[in-house]
């Protein structure tokens, strides 16, 4: 069964604050993916990992940086926190061609 | 992507059958339709995915007519478990990256 787990359910951060979101996959897949999720506007792709070192930027990339040093760990990185940063961040994996995406349990995090 | 239209919303009662349609109607000729689900606090989970015609897991049924301008997730005997959004995407099967949008959320009632 393919696990991704994200290294936090809950955060809280204060404005201005440097913020890292770990996501770990365990079935060795070579393309990873960080969304945000608001109400109403679904999930929106930030950045994506085609492999080790590699990163390409989604829709949403201002605000944020990733790195992807190894295969298995894709971070998500706020350089400084903003309260409309405040949303739920979900990680994904699959392998690299066809096939789908599976997702982390999702982050939630919070910006005063 | 092709674009994706859900209704926002379904009520049903636990035992029966749902029907969720989702129209594209610029599929392309490459692209495949698949169905994610997802519960309040945790990620979209894989559901099922199809090109034409029929196809059934243990899950569900995904239905699409021979124009594959629509298609229909269906979800045989639902229970109170089943209440979530599900998302139908459309996109060629190498496609990078998914994009949701705002999905039907199913209500189930006892």
């Known amino acids: 069964d393919v696990k991704v787990t994200q290294s936090s359910r809950y955060l809280v951060k204060r404005t201005g604050e440097k913020v890292f979101l770990e996501c770990v996959q365990d079935?060795?897949?070579?393309?990873m993916f960080w969304y945000r999720q608001d109400p109403g506007l679904g999930l929106r792709l930030i950045y994506f990992s085609y492999d080790v070192k590699m990163k390409e930027k989604g829709d949403i990339p201002e605000g944020y940086s990733v790195s992807r040093e190894k295969k298995e760990r894709f971070s998500l990185i706020l350089e400084s926190a903003s309260t409309n940063q405040t949303s739920m961040y979900l990680c994904?994996?699959?392998?690299?061609?066809?096939?789908?995406?599976?997702f982390g349990p999702g982050t939630r995090l919070t910006v005063l | 992507l092709a674009k994706t239209t859900q209704p926002i919303s379904m009520d049903s009662y636990e035992g029966q059958e749902v029907n969720i349609t989702c129209s594209h109607n610029?599929?392309?000729?490459?692209?495949?339709i698949t169905w994610y689900q997802q519960f309040p606090s945790q990620g979209p989970r894989f559901i099922i995915q199809?090109?034409?015609t029929k196809v059934t897991n243990e899950v569900a049924s995904l239905f699409i007519p021979a124009d594959r301008k629509s298609s229909t997730l269906s979800l045989p005997r639902v229970s109170l478990s089943d209440t979530a959004v599900y998302y139908c995407l459309v996109g060629d099967q190498g496609f990078q990256k998914l994009v949701f949008g705002t999905g039907t959320r199913l209500l189930v009632s006892p």
């Open positions: 079935m060795d897949h070579e393309n």
């Open positions: 199809g090109y034409k």
């Open positions: 610029n599929i392309a000729t490459n692209d495949y």
């Open positions: 994904a994996s699959r392998t690299g061609g066809k096939d789908t995406q599976y």
